[in-house]
């Protein structure tokens, strides 16, 4: 009995510790036909934003965006700031990503995005009653919709710097496995594909080599 009370006082100490365990809802998804296997470097586009009162600036959660991407592990993939894209377009091309309009900002950005890595994150982050982030992940060489993350936090869930650094980071992660799910999932489909292929060409080997036999009858 005295066992059964210390789990439920664990149990009871751990849910009020730990608030934010399963303070939210979150799902990825890998769009259907398309892969991330490939993306080795993951350049961020300007985040769609709005801030409010109370809330982080636009510019605090760039700064998580490039933070928490800088703390990813670059045997997984590396995160290319906005930043450093906007100063090299800039220098290349004389236009300015910052000063632009948001269209023409856009377009010049997904003109130029295929030079610096394989796909872009638009991140997007709405609040209402409940503040969702929405990430969305592009193939910079075809602006295809490759995979998306979307995170719901819990109405108690509050919108400041350590939430949306922690969903980043989450968000970051989980798209991590989705390409080493994807990479092992193409590696097994070539495998297979392999065997099939040696199957086929051994079989075809012994129907010719039966043939070769039937004709020196």
Avoid at 38 to 51: D, G, S
Avoid at 129 to 137: D, G, K, N, S, Y
Avoid at 211 to 216: D, H, L, V, W, Y
Wanted: glycine share 2%; with cysteine.
């Amino acid at each position: 009995m005295r066992k059964v009370i210390q789990i439920l006082l664990l149990v009871v100490f751990m849910a009020v510790s730990c608030p934010s365990a399963m303070a939210y809802w979150e799902e990825g998804k890998a769009q259907e036909g398309q892969t991330v296997a490939h993306v080795k470097t993951l350049a961020l586009a300007a985040p769609l934003y709005t801030e409010k009162k109370g809330t982080p600036t636009l510019e605090e959660f760039v700064d998580v965006l490039n933070t928490r991407g800088a703390k990813v592990s670059p045997k997984k993939y590396k995160v290319v700031p906005y930043d450093v894209i906007a100063k090299d377009v800039l220098q290349r091309t004389g236009k300015n990503l910052y000063t632009l309009a948001r269209i023409p900002s856009t377009r010049v950005f997904k003109n130029n995005v295929a030079q610096y890595a394989d796909a872009y994150l638009v991140a997007t982050v709405t609040m209402s009653r409940r503040t969702v982030l929405f990430f969305e992940v592009y193939s910079a060489a075809t602006h295809e919709l490759l995979y998306t993350y979307q995170i719901i936090l819990a109405p108690d869930e509050l919108d400041n710097v350590r939430t949306y650094s922690d969903m980043v980071s989450l968000f970051y992660d989980e798209f991590a496995v989705a390409i080493e799910t994807q990479k092992k999932e193409q590696e097994d489909a070539e495998k297979a594909a392999r065997k099939e292929r040696e199957k086929a060409e051994r079989k075809a080997q012994r129907e010719r080599e039966k043939a070769a036999q039937n004709a020196g009858k």
